[in-house]
T-cell receptor, first 114, second 110 residues
Framework: NAGVTQTPKFQVLKTGQSMTLQCAQDMNHEYMSWYRQDPGMGLRLIHYSVGAGITDQGEVPNGYNVSRSTTEDFPLRLLSAAPSQTSVYFC?????????????FGPGTRLTVT | KQEVTQIPAALSVPEGENLVLNCSFTDSAIYNLQWFRQDPGKGLTSLLLIQSSQREQTSGRLNASLDKSSGRSTLYIAASQPGDSATYLCAAEWANNLFFGTGTRLTVIP
C-alpha cells in the first residue's frame, strides 16, 4: 500500500490564483481530512469527509472547497489564494467515520502565496 | 473553544534518560487522544491512540496515559535514544474534530 499520498510537495502561487491540492489513499478508508500547520498554532482542521459524497467544515474552512466523489480521493481547492493561506497542508485518513481509529497522514504540501 | 496545550515547547535530554511529555486539554468529554511523532519536513506518524474508556496504552518503550477528569495525558519514553529526536504532538478528538497541541520538540543528546 502506498498509504496517503499528496501532490504537489511544494507550490508557489501568486495572490488570486487558484489551485487544487491532491490527496489519495489506497487503504479503503472512509474518513479523510485536511489540516494546515502553521508555526506556533499546531495543526488545524480545514474540512473533512466521512465517506464518498459527504463533506463538512472543520475549524478553519474559509477560502477552501472540497469534494469527495470517490472513497480514494479528497482534493482541496483554493479558489483565490491569499498570503494568509501560506502554510503546510496535510491530508489524513482513518478507517472509521467516527474517528475511533488512528489517523494516517500524508507527507504534506508546502504552499507559499506571494 | 477546545484547546490542547503541550508544555514544554522544547526539551533536551541525554541519551538513556527516561522522560515524560505532557499534554492538557480543556474539555474532558473527548472521544480519544492520540500521540504523534513528526520529523522535520515530514508528515505525522501515529504512535499511540487511547480511547476515552481507557487509561493507558503501551508500545515498546512508549507508554501513554489518559486522565480525563484532570484533562491530562502524558507520554512516557523509556531509555531515550538519539533516534527519538523529533517533535511530539498530542491531539484530542471531540465530535469528528481533532484538536492538536503545538508540540514538544525533543532532542536526545548522544
Amino acid at each position: 500500500n502506498a498509504g496517503v499520498t499528496q501532490t504537489p510537495k511544494f507550490q508557489v502561487l501568486k495572490t488570486g490564483q487558484s489551485m487544487t491540492l491532491q490527496c489519495a489513499q489506497d487503504m479503503n478508508h472512509e474518513y479523510m481530512s485536511w489540516y494546515r500547520q502553521d508555526p506556533g498554532m499546531g495543526l488545524r482542521l480545514i474540512h473533512y469527509s466521512v465517506g464518498a459524497g459527504i463533506t463538512d467544515q472543520g475549524e478553519v474552512p474559509n477560502g477552501y472547497n472540497v469534494s469527495r466523489s470517490t472513497t480514494e480521493d479528497f482534493p482541496l481547492r483554493l479558489l483565490s489564494a491569499a498570503p494568509s493561506q501560506t502554510s503546510v497542508y496535510f491530508c489524513a485518513s482513518s478507517v472509521e467515520a467516527a474517528l475511533f481509529d488512528e489517523q494516517y497522514f500524508g507527507p504534506g504540501t508546502r504552499l507559499t502565496v506571494t | 473553544k477546545q484547546e490542547v496545550t503541550q508544555i514544554p515547547a522544547a526539551l533536551s535530554v541525554p541519551e538513556g534518560e527516561n522522560l515524560v511529555l505532557n499534554c492538557s486539554f480543556t474539555d474532558s468529554a473527548i472521544y480519544n487522544l492520540q500521540w504523534f511523532r513528526q520529523d522535520p519536513g515530514k508528515g505525522l506518524t501515529s504512535l499511540l491512540l487511547i480511547q476515552s474508556s481507557q487509561r493507558e496504552q503501551t508500545s515498546g518503550r512508549l507508554n501513554a496515559s489518559l486522565d480525563k477528569s484532570s484533562g491530562r495525558s502524558t507520554l512516557y519514553i523509556a531509555a531515550s535514544q538519539p533516534g527519538d529526536s523529533a517533535t511530539y504532538l498530542c491531539a484530542a478528538e471531540w465530535a469528528n474534530n481533532l484538536f492538536f497541541g503545538t508540540g514538544t520538540r525533543l532532542t536526545v543528546i548522544p
